[in-house]
């Protein structure tokens, strides 16, 4: 995903994971002071990328994630530790959700090879899987004693 923005007069098309916004610009955007972002950060809550010089960089996302910590902060009365873990429960979630969904193109993907070949005129008991097998076996062969 991406977001248009305006810096400066010029429109820009930023992607949302995109580390690009300075501390002040990300706590301005979330509604936080500056040192907030610095003590998430020290936490583990939100995690921005770094400068070479040391300085952070927020990305779009990131800040949507301030925002969310915020709102369960002071609206439902999460603590920072709770906090932290209802962040890395989505992440697990998030990634598996990615992981079901390549599943699910490979599946599909199957079927629609299958269905092909099943109109080609193969039967569906003719179509075995065959598995690569790769084996680390060592196999030590001596010639025999030719007496």
């Known amino acids: 995903m991406s977001a248009d923005y305006l810096f400066a007069g010029v429109s820009a098309e930023v992607a949302d994971d995109a580390k690009v916004l300075l501390i002040s610009v990300a706590a301005r955007m979330a509604g936080m002071h500056p040192q907030t ?3 998430y950060d020290r936490l583990g809550l939100v995690q921005p990328a770094r400068t070479p010089g040391g300085g952070r ?19 439902d009365g999460v ?5 932290k ?11 598996l959700q990615q992981r079901l ?11 629609a090879r299958l269905a ?3 109109s080609l005129g193969y039967a569906r008991r003719d179509l075995l899987p065959t598995r690569q097998q790769t084996t ?12």
């Not at 960089?57 to 609206?75: F, K, P």
């Not at 603590?79 to 906090?83: E, P, R, S």
């Not at 962040?87 to 990634?95: A, D, G, H, P, V």
């Not at 969904?101 to 079927?111: K, M, V, W």
């Open 136 to 147: 680390t076996a060592l196999v030590v062969w001596r010639p025999r004693d030719q007496r």
């Open 116 to 118: 092909e070949l099943e």
């Open 57 to 75: 960089r927020y990305s779009i996302r990131d800040v949507a994630l301030l925002r969310e910590v915020q709102r369960l902060s002071q609206d």
């Open 85 to 95: 873990r209802i962040i890395e429960l989505e992440s697990t979630i998030y990634e």
């Open 101 to 111: 969904a390549q599943a699910e193109a490979e599946l599909a993907r199957a079927q």
């Open 37 to 39: 972002l610095r003590q």
């Open 79 to 83: 603590n920072l530790a709770g906090i």
